[in-house]
């Protein structure tokens, strides 16, 4: 059975701010990830640039934005995405791009219920 549509939500991600090395593994947030030591402010992490992005999910749809580069990323890109009535919350996912990887290092995430 379908799910009825409830309308079409704008879903903004704008940026991130001070991400920070933390953690003994040198990790953004107190998560351990042994590749990301020796970041520092300017996002260098060992021999390459930090490179984050965001996948927004609301439902069973998910969109990504481009990679922004540096531990203060912005992306200022918008989603339209389906609302239905049984959908409650959009979920924002940070990851940091790692190069030649299926998988991307999961950073952190904020999940923000959509009332009618």
């Known amino acids: 059975m379908k799910d ?7 879903v903004t991600a704008s940026l991130a701010s001070g991400l920070i090395k933390g953690g003994m593994r040198g990790s953004y947030s107190g998560r351990q990830n042994s590749s990301m030591r020796n970041a520092n402010l300017e996002g260098d992490v060992g021999d390459r640039v930090a ?6 999910e609301l439902g ?4 990504r934005t481009n990679v922004s580069v540096g531990l203060d990323p912005r992306w200022d890109t918008t989603f339209n995405m389906v609302l239905h009535e049984n959908t409650g919350v959009v979920k924002f996912n940070l990851y940091e791009w790692v190069s030649n990887n299926v998988k991307h290092d999961y950073i952190t995430s904020c999940d923000i219920k959509v009332l009618k």
Not at 51 to 56: S, Y
Request: proline share 0%; net charge negative; glycine share 12%.
């Open 4 to 10: 009825s549509v409830g309308g079409i939500l704008l």
């Open 51 to 56: 490179q984050m992005f965001v996948e927004v």
């Open 60 to 63: 069973e749809l998910t969109r």
